[in-house]
């Protein structure tokens, strides 16, 4: 008999191991609060799937999610993927902050041509018609999947697969709360298969193996009537780069230029993006006026991930430590 793939299985928390005091209950639960082994209980048809191989380095509600985490999950997926053994990954993670950390991994982990695969729920475990197991079962069957090698970072969520570039949370509460932005999903399961992934990869980036190693970089929401003074306390309190979540276009207000120039002239690279859920922001002559750039499709998110990584990049080797 053919053996089963071998899958690693890294648990981090997250609604998918939600608890609640009541089954009805699918807003106050307290998420990452069951271990890793109760969720394979729930679905007894990963046995004839993959073989797991599982590991829970912590269990958090994914909004506490920080550099530390990312590094952290980066690290233990690297060791699983570079065993040769290993034919795929799932990542069991919150929805709050998924899409930075599926970006952060798309950006610095090498997949070593296996799946990687994350997923989570919006309901907690506790709860009756629990999301979790069939996105558990679904990540792990597509990770098993020879398809999905070299496919990069997938997300696998209510039956749809997503590129970790390109995705973007979109609902508090609905279970397909994620989307492709303008890409749409690049995969569909029952039956699975693979359709269209979005802009082709970039290089991966190096990181440290210590979040203090990563420049801080914050993101700005703009509202009509913001004041620009925001700015100037950020870049007072540390951060090295900023990224304005913008109206529209990444349309930058008149009353913010003369602070963004003063930034960009002091070497505090600023990105303009979007509020807006799904498109592009567009070059501007604004760019050559205060020294920003557009993120292109990026969300505020992941446009502040890649500044990290680029001022991680500018400031040397010692700083960036591994390579990827
Ligand atoms: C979390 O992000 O950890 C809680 C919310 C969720 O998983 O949907």
């Not at 690290?75 to 990954?89: F, H, P, S």
């Not at 994620?178 to 749409?184: A, N, Q, V, Y």
């Not at 993006?273 to 498109?279: E, K, L, N, Q």
Request: hydrophobic letters at 40%.
């Amino acid at each position: 008999m053919t053996p089963l793939p071998s899958v690693t299985l890294i648990a981090t928390g997250g609604t998918i191991a939600g608890a609640a005091a009541s089954d009805t209950d699918t807003t106050t639960y307290t998420a990452g609060a069951l271990p890793v082994a109760t969720l394979l209980e729930a679905v007894p048809q990963l046995a004839s799937i993959a073989t797991l191989q599982v590991e829970q380095p912590f269990s958090i509600d994914s909004k506490d999610a920080d550099e530390r985490c990312w590094l952290t999950l980066r690290r233990r997926a690297a060791e699983a993927l570079a065993r040769q053994e290993t034919d795929g990954l799932v990542i069991l993670h919150g929805t709050d902050t998924l899409e930075e950390t599926a970006y952060f991994l798309a950006r610095t982990l090498d997949p070593c041509g296996k799946a990687v695969v994350l997923t989570g729920a919006m309901r907690p475990a506790t709860a009756l018609s629990a999301d979790g197991p069939m996105n558990l079962l679904d990540a792990v069957s597509v990770a098993a999947d020879p398809g999905a090698c070299g496919k990069g970072v997938l997300v696998c969520f209510d039956r749809k697969l997503y590129d970790a570039r390109s995705l973007r949370k979109r609902h508090t509460s609905a279970l397909d709360a994620f989307d492709g932005g303008e890409c749409g999903p690049c995969g569909h399961l029952a039956p699975l298969r693979f359709e269209r992934c979005s802009e082709p990869a970039r290089p991966l980036a190096a990181v440290p193996d210590d979040a203090s190693g990563l420049p801080r970089v914050e993101v700005l929401y703009v509202a009509a009537g913001s004041r620009p003074d925001l700015l100037t306390c950020a870049i007072q309190a540390g951060a090295r780069g900023l990224v304005l979540a913008l109206p529209g276009n990444g349309s930058l207000p008149d009353v913010w230029h003369p602070a963004v120039r003063a930034a960009t002239a002091s070497g505090v690279p600023v990105v303009r993006a979007s509020r807006c859920a799904s498109g592009r922001v567009s070059p501007h002559p604004v760019d050559a006026r205060t020294g920003t750039r557009p993120c292109g499709a990026c969300s505020p998110a992941a446009a502040r991930i890649d500044l990290m990584l680029e001022l991680l990049a500018a400031s040397g080797p010692s700083a960036s430590g591994q390579t990827p």
